[in-house]
Each structure stands twice: as structure tokens, then as C-alpha cells.
């Protein structure tokens, strides 16, 4: 028989993540059911919870979790639901909630700053959750969890987040859906408000600083570079060997390094022809050396390609009564100057 383990109330108040800890080493590899009904809580013990059941599964393959939502799994709560588990079901009556993690924080912008980005990292860890479950787009998640997005019953389902639905009496008219909202609303509000007073800000920055040095990027902040990467989604790490696993495992990332390197490649086009622009300037009273740096312009040579040929060309006519073409020939009709005509090497490129 499977053991029972129930985390119900707010979390890291009323169920702690040493209780649940204690509870797993019970079981002792048995098989688990896990009921849960809570409105939330607190950040760091919901991640415990949902680290000591991915623990317990990966250390006991071969032991059945189920999950069941009983009433209301908001804000922490439904992340822990994503946690590895055989199956994950809910009651047609239970109230489903998802949102970015909040925080009551206190102290000047820089650390106001630093909660930010915590809350920020800790927000798209927890789409990675979630989208890991229902196989939805991290965009959409991000949006679903923007819009603090509550579901009621069958829409639990629907949207992914559980497997399948348990039978109950409960009505599911719209009256009982619009007063298990109402009741979920409020349970929530309730433990959001007590979250104030119980809350440890100081505590709460030092938890968040050490986390942060251990957290991983989000794969779409990730800098990419064409080669050989690591993208990590969720529990799994995705090697990255080509732009095209990075476009299908990671289209932020690509999105980002396709506008880098544009980014990149114009300005170093800009730099060329800039350069040879110069260069043709030095060069304006030598035909063939001009002739030359406007093939280079349209070809895509830069001036190292051309700059002995272009030397030649213009210490040559600075020796002689004029302008020299290809065949040797002199025009006669320019005269030539050390300003006009300089080495290559004298060139000043800005």
C-alpha cells in the first residue's frame, strides 16, 4: 500500500519542508500519494518540496508517485505539482492558480534591484516547470503566469497541468465554480497578507543571494555563439551543435544570436567600405588604383586585399609627370605631390 504524504496549508508555515523530508524518508522507496491543497507560501520551501520529490523519484525509479490537487493549488503549490511524479490529477472541483513569485522586500534600489532579478530568474525556472508538464510554448506560460491565471476543474486538465480529473459530488454549474474561485481568491489573499508579517526581509536577500549563484540562467538570457552549447530546460540539459537545434530547443536564444550577428556583420561592412572609402580618397588622381577599390567595394575585398596593389599604383604616378593605367602610359596632364601620393601605410583610417 502506497504511503500518504499531504502538504496542506500555507507553505513554510503550516507545512514545513522538514516535515515533508521526514515523511519521504518514512516511506523508504515505497510508492507515495501525495495530496495537496494549498494556497502557497513561502519561495525557498516550495522549492525544497518539489527537489525532495524529484530526489525521491530519481532515487527510487521504481516507485509510483501520484499527485492529487484536493481544493486549491496556487502559486508555490502548483509548482510543486510539476515535480516528476506517474501521475498527476486533480479534483473536478480544485482551483488551479499560477503567477509570477512575489516577495516583500525591503532596502535602497540596489537591493530592491537584486530581489528583482532573483524573482525574475526564479519566475522563468518555474515556466520551465510548467511548461516541462503541459508541453505549451515558455512564452505562453510567461503570459499565463503574467495574467495571474486561475482555472477551475475540467480547465485544469485542458490546459496541461494535470493528467486527469477525479469524480467528486461538488456541483459544476456556474455558481459553483464562480464560489470555489471566490473561496480560492480569498484563501489566497489571506496567506498573502499574513506572508507580510512572516516574512524575514533581511532573510529572505540572503536566501535569494545564495540561490542566485547557484540558479541557472534562463536558456532565452543565455548569450549563444555558433559551436557546441549546453541549453538547460527543466531537469535536462540539451547540447546545442548547430543554429538549428538552437532555433528548435531554444528560439529566444536564436532570435537573439541571429540579431547579434547581423548586428555584427553591418558594422563590420560599414567598417570595409569605410575604409576603402578613405583609401579611394588618397588615391583620387591614380584611374587604375580608383578602378581597383571600387571592385573591392563590390566584391567584398577589404583594403588589407588590395593595399600593396593599390601601393604600387600610387608611388608609381607619384614618380611620374602623371597618372599611370595599367598598360604604363602617362597621361601628362596631372601634377603630383607627397600630399597627394602617400604609402599605404600612411593612411589614417577613423
Request: net charge negative; no cysteine.
Amino acid at each position: 500500500m502506497a504511503k500518504k504524504i499531504t502538504i496542506s496549508g500555507e507553505i513554510g508555515w503550516d507545512v514545513t519542508s522538514q516535515a515533508v523530508a521526514d515523511q519521504f524518508r518514512a516511506a523508504k522507496g515505497e510508492d507515495i500519494d501525495i495530496d495537496i491543497a494549498s494556497p502557497g507560501g513561502d519561495v525557498f520551501t516550495g522549492i525544497e518540496i518539489y527537489n525532495l520529490i524529484r530526489d525521491y523519484k530519481r532515487e527510487n525509479p521504481g516507485a509510483q508517485i501520484l499527485m492529487t490537487l484536493k481544493g486549491l493549488g496556487a502559486s508555490m503549490a502548483s509548482y510543486i505539482m510539476m515535480a516528476p511524479a506517474d501521475m498527476v490529477v486533480a479534483e473536478d472541483n480544485a482551483v488551479f492558480m499560477i503567477h509570477n513569485p512575489w516577495s516583500f522586500a525591503a532596502g535602497d534600489y540596489r537591493a530592491m534591484a537584486e530581489t528583482g532579478e532573483f524573482l525574475g530568474g526564479l519566475a522563468s525556472i518555474m515556466a520551465d516547470a510548467y511548461v516541462k508538464k503541459t508541453g505549451k510554448k515558455k512564452a505562453e506560460i510567461r503570459s499565463l503566469m503574467d495574467a495571474e491565471t486561475w482555472l477551475f476543474g475540467d480547465e485544469i486538465k485542458d490546459a496541461g497541468f494535470v493528467d486527469d480529473m477525479v469524480k467528486t459530488d461538488s456541483p459544476k454549474n456556474k455558481d459553483g465554480k464562480s464560489q470555489a474561485l471566490a473561496a480560492a481568491r480569498l484563501s489566497f489573499g489571506n496567506m498573502a497578507n499574513n506572508a507580510k508579517t512572516k516574512v524575514d526581509a533581511k532573510a529572505f536577500r540572503e536566501k535569494a543571494a545564495a540561490m542566485m549563484n547557484t540558479m541557472p540562467i534562463a536558456a532565452e538570457a543565455k548569450p549563444a555563439a555558433v559551436g557546441n552549447i549546453t541549453v538547460e530546460k527543466g531537469d535536462n540539459e540539451m547540447e546545442i551543435k548547430s543554429l538549428a537545434d538552437l532555433k528548435a530547443n531554444a528560439s529566444a536564444v536564436y532570435e537573439e544570436a541571429v540579431a547579434e550577428i547581423g548586428k555584427s556583420a553591418v558594422s563590420k561592412e560599414r567598417e570595409r567600405v569605410k575604409a576603402l572609402v578613405l583609401l579611394k580618397g588618397k588615391a583620387a588622381k591614380v584611374g587604375d588604383a580608383v578602378a581597383l577599390i571600387d571592385e573591392a567595394v563590390s566584391d567584398g575585398r577589404d583594403v588589407s586585399a588590395i593595399a600593396a596593389q593599390v601601393t604600387d599604383m600610387i608611388l608609381a604616378a607619384a614618380d611620374s609627370a602623371g597618372p599611370v593605367d595599367a598598360s604604363g602610359v602617362h597621361d601628362g596632364n596631372v601634377e603630383s605631390s607627397e600630399n597627394d601620393y602617400q604609402p599605404i601605410g600612411m593612411v589614417s583610417v577613423k
